[in-house]
């Protein structure tokens, strides 16, 4: 029986708000930038170890997409983990979902799935405004995040595409460690190899990228990739029900609220959503 192209998206949101609340309590030994260079040396190892992605046979522009995706890969998880040092999870993610909210109204051809976005919508602004105290930078980081989340969303579509199975997402995960380890050398230094903080940085590594960007990927060569981005309006929802289980980021009567809107909009997105195209050969 083959699984639900959706449940493969909701499985991904899970492990990566998990990931990522995890990876806020180690921000006092790390910081943001150490803790995201560990996430992504040990995501690429662990996809490099699965996919044994090959150079050849491939052409020079869907390398260079692969490169493109690990920039968007490194720039999007980076200023994540800055504005979750400064904001809450359940802020961070709610400012930075504008992101895949645009490709979703961008993607979206018909009045239906427009009703989908405005609901997310609405839930995500509830949320935003019952998220706490807030600062300038933080709100900027998440925007940024936000902008490079939507081109990870583009860049994976394509990059499953044009590489089999995971092997771009191993090769784009590669640069993106790459490309941080200036920051995250000089944000943590020798605290790096402590053997208890590696460890940590092991599983949130799993949790955050190996895990979820492997389910995204199958989930984007069997859902339209509007879809897909409407189907993305439950993370703000569950990085708030992360934040409040491991971090103890209270919620408050109108996050229930706007919890269960995100939730309707992520179902109804499902329920109307294309049939899923072939798969490609």
Known sequence: MQVPA?????????????????????????????????RSVFAALALLLLWRPALGGHSRRDLLLAVAFGLALAAMNFSFYEAMD???????VTIEFVGPLAVAIGGSRRALDAVWVVLAAAGILLLARGGGHVNAAGIGFALLAGACWASYILLSARTGRAFPGGSGLALA??????????????????????????????????????IPYSLELAALRLLPTRVFGILL???PAMAALAGFVILGEGLRPRDGIAIALVAAASAGASISGDPAPAPEA
């Open 173 to 210: 995960m590669a640069v993106a460690a790459v490309v941080l380890l200036p920051v995250g050398i000089a944000g943590a230094g020798s605290t790096l190899l402590h053997p208890g903080l590696l460890a940590a940085g092991a599983g949130v590594a799993l949790l955050s990228s190996a």
């Open 86 to 92: 400064r904001i809450p999870l359940g802020v961070a």
């Open 6 to 38: 959706p449940l493969y998206v909701i499985a991904g949101i899970a492990s990566t708000q998990v990931g990522a609340a995890i990876a806020k309590t180690l921000f006092d030994d790390l910081g943001p930038s150490g803790t995201v260079l560990l």
């Open 233 to 235: 309006s439950i993370e």
